[in-house]
């Protein structure tokens, strides 16, 4: 059974800094990764999908990496915002006959501080 | 996503009441997802579909129905409401774009609808 960790559980940085944000997964067989961002009351946002072939996908100040053989994947923020601060989830999906399911870690809650 | 809309958004139930949630979306995506966020458990699948008629279990069905008479709407039902089901539903699809180098799939969810139990 896939399992997907995320630390640390919380995170709290001052405005500007640089900042990474770890996601591990037990079962490498994954189709794709995916990061989400959650504001406190509202639904996800997908940031970004990185494909079990690729390393990495950039949008903006936001880079995700992704070592399929080790189970890791990692979302740097470059120059943070107070505006970053949300819920930042990664979700695996399954590949072969679990391509339908996305599994979801418990988060990250990041506090940017102005 | 504008493209996953839920109904309602909130909603407080006495135990034993009975409701639907909708779901609906404007895209033409088969597979069309529901989920549960509650605090340290994070976000586990009620239900799922693969296509409008279709319907399966996910991790977390019980006391729970689903239906999916039409491809662009996903119902889920509680028939009997219980405290254990105050939470936050998610209702989410899934695009599936195909590239020349293969197939993304790429998750997508709608607001949430935070429903209380009494």
């Known amino acids: 059974k896939q399992e997907v960790t995320q630390i640390p559980a919380a995170l709290s940085v001052p405005e500007g800094e640089n900042l990474v944000l770890n996601c591990s997964f037990t079962d490498s ?10 504001d406190p009351g509202k639904g996800l946002t997908s940031l970004l999908l990185i494909q079990s072939s690729q390393r990495e996908q950039t949008s ?3 880079n995700a990496s992704l070592d399929k053989s080790s189970g890791r994947s990692t979302l740097y923020i470059a120059a943070s915002q107070p505006g970053d601060s949300a819920t930042y989830l990664c979700a695996v999906r399954g ?11 418990k988060g990250t809650l990041l506090t940017v501080n102005p | 996503n504008a493209g996953v809309t839920q109904t309602p958004k909130f ?8 409701m639907t949630l909708l779901c609906a979306q404007d895209m033409n ?6 989920y549960r966020q ?3 458990m994070g976000l586990r699948l009620i239900h799922y ?3 409008e008629g279709t319907t399966a279990k996910g991790e977390v069905p019980d006391g729970y129905n ?3 008479l039409k491809k662009q709407n996903f119902l889920l039902g509680l028939e009997s409401a219980a405290p254990s089901q105050t939470s936050v539903y998610f209702c989410a699809n899934l695009s599936k774009t195909v590239w020349t180098s293969g197939r993304e799939y790429e998750q997508y969810f709608g607001p949430g609808t935070r429903l209380t139990v009494t």
């Open chain 2, 49 to 51: 579909s693969v296509g």
């Open chain 2, 38 to 40: 509650d605090p340290g």
């Open chain 2, 66 to 68: 689903v239906s999916r």
């Open chain 1, 60 to 62: 903006g100040r936001l």
């Open chain 2, 29 to 34: 995506h088969e597979y069309m997802y529901w």
């Open chain 1, 29 to 38: 067989a994954i189709y794709n990764l995916q990061w989400f961002r959650q």
């Open chain 1, 95 to 105: 590949s072969g006959g679990s391509n339908y399911k996305l599994t979801f870690g």
């Open chain 2, 11 to 18: 909603r407080v139930l006495k135990t034993g009441q009975s």
